[in-house]
């Protein structure tokens, strides 16, 4: 199972137990379709870049918190009841690319994390060089030689 983060960006006015039960709903649909919530995390009051409009007025802070999980990849389809969800201003749901999990990690190769579509190359040899590449030096010794003329 992939690795999710859900953002989840409440009203600034929400009570601490309306948020807690929040995360718990969707922590209980999580662990009801097999999946693990690894990590919450709250980072308090944030102030906005621009507005976010709702109903009941225009928005400038708001509670954000970070759900880490591990869950089916339908995950985001399933989510989308957050969408009804009067507390919310807005969710996000990412998912994390190229993580590693249980026997996956433990691999005898340290070295098997470096990306291998990059070519190591010296950027001073000409091995790769183009051949239709003019030598600017030959150029720059003829201007002289005609100006010492």
């Avoid at 102030?47 to 591990?70: A, F, N, V």
Wanted: with cysteine; proline share 3%.
């Amino acid at each position: 199972m992939p690795l999710y983060d859900c953002m989840l960006l409440l009203k600034p006015h929400v009570k601490k137990e309306a948020l807690a039960d929040l995360v718990a709903r969707v922590g209980k649909h999580i662990y009801s379709r097999n999946g693990v919530l690894t990590d919450i995390k709250s980072f308090g009051n944030v102030q906005l870049g621009y507005g976010i409009k709702k109903l009941d007025g225009r928005y400038y802070q708001g509670q954000l918190m970070q759900m880490t999980m591990m869950a089916t990849p339908n995950i985001n389809k399933e989510l989308h009841y957050l969408n009804k969800e009067d507390r919310l201003l807005r969710w996000l749901l990412v998912k994390h690319r190229d993580t590693k999990f249980g026997l996956e990690s433990l691999d005898d190769n340290p070295w098997n994390d470096e990306p291998d579509a990059f070519q190591r190359i010296n950027l001073y040899s000409n091995e790769y060089s183009d051949e239709d590449e003019d030598d600017d030096r030959d150029e720059y010794d003829a201007d002289q030689e005609q100006k010492k003329e």
